[in-house]
């Protein structure tokens, strides 16, 4: 029998640090994407520099989930409360290192000012956030249905990667002069459309938590909660995108 | 006495739905999950369900005096499985182990309606004889309690007692190979059972108790005045006795059950909350209550 008010405690202790390490994330996508978009080399390499905290949360929170396993042997929502717990500790972990990356380009991007604004990527850099946080929130909730709304979103991102993905192309065919540039633009365009794959994988964990469904590798059409009409896109606080 | 309507169960659902949501497609589980009261009742949602059970309860109830320790227990039990009642203290599970072997009835005072059948036999009908009932379904209890004579005598006195024609050695071999305490014990079969670790000493009850060849063996917490290496080799011995017994086994110990168990039946009050497989029960219980217990939330 579970020593119920110290596996309690501990769990408290785990969302605390989930928590955490969702925030961190999220301030570091804000920063990379404002670098990129400000050509602010400074502010990219804080961002850079900011991964190590993360890497050191992340290890922090599978020895805690590794304790709480060993010690507390946990069964129904509470072990799934421990498998969510791991698995979205390395999909942050994972939207960290893609944050490290897009703002490798920055440096990159400074030289061409106006080039990312003009493309779809700050739409999709809106977007990709938005799942991020509605993922956050619906871990802090433990709200299904705004996870499923994160799963669906996931959608939009990669058509607007596809998009991205065939203008980038179509301009180093017209042979556009800097080439390199739109090379980099593409780096970010996967890296944007990886962060949504992980805010995605995210919110189906959150499900398996609340559940005990488990929605990966299914369509949408295949889960009966899965919503049919996305509202409009929230407006996030801080936007990418220059679009009224 | 609880009234009824505290021990029912509402169907696990998940949290409320938002306003935002398409309710349009239902609840989730409404499809999936089996509905819990016809799967106790019926006993067909569990196991598999051409196999034929070992013991049908149905609508079991059991008093103490004014007592109604057992209220409306409907399940079954399959041949070949291990079965774990678990519950908290006063569920009743202890008591229902008891009715599958006709002990409670040497308890003054108590009353006993509905039907066990043990391979379809009525194990109450008034032709039935008691003995033959707890010849078939053995029991081991929580305490080792072999008699005060050797290890072969304790093996062998069942046996005899019942007329056994056989080869005894033989008998006793076999029996204590199957508890898996022979190779332990076989170069002093003739010295004195108490002298035996109580690890051995519960093995060796569990070998006295598969010597009068029952089908069915029942257990009442058999390891919980173990320690944890003799309660590990008691767990391996109930997990080999499967493949010629059917077990019954009530354990306080969650993960006991979860680890040596197919099916548990989760009981409450006097009922049956949940029975399901051992997995399913301690990962996706479909009823709140039986998640609130397996995660010791109460009980």
Redesign the interface.
Known sequence: MPNRSSLDQELVSLRGLIADMANRVDEQFADAMNALLQGDVELAEQVVAGDDAIDALELRIDEQCERILALHSPVAVDLRMLIMAVKINTDFERIGDHCRNLSRNARHLADAPGLLADTRLPKMADMSRTMLREAEMAFLENDRLKARKVIARDLQVNRLHEETFATLVEMCENGHERSEIIAHLLTVSKALERISDHAKNIAQSIVFMVEGRDLRHRGLDEDADAPENLPPLDASSESFSQEP | MPTNESTEDAPRT??P??A???SA??R??A?ERPDTESSAAGGEAPTEPAMKPKLNINDLHFWYGDNHALQGITMDIQPHKVTALIGPSGCGKSTLLRCLNRMNELIQGTTLEGTILVDGQDIYAENTDPVMVRRRVGMVFQKPNPFPKTIYKNVAWGAEINGYTGDIDALVERSLRQAALWDEVKDRLHTNALDLSGGQQQRLCIARTLAVQPDVVLMDEPASALDPIATSKVEETITELKKDYTIVIVT?N??QA?RISDETAFLYMGRLIEMNPTDQL????EKDRT?AY????F?
């Open positions: 998940p949290p739905a938002s935002e949501e398409p497609n239902g989730p589980d499809s306080h969650m993960q979860s301690f990962t996706r219980p998640e397996v995660t010791g939330r009980g």
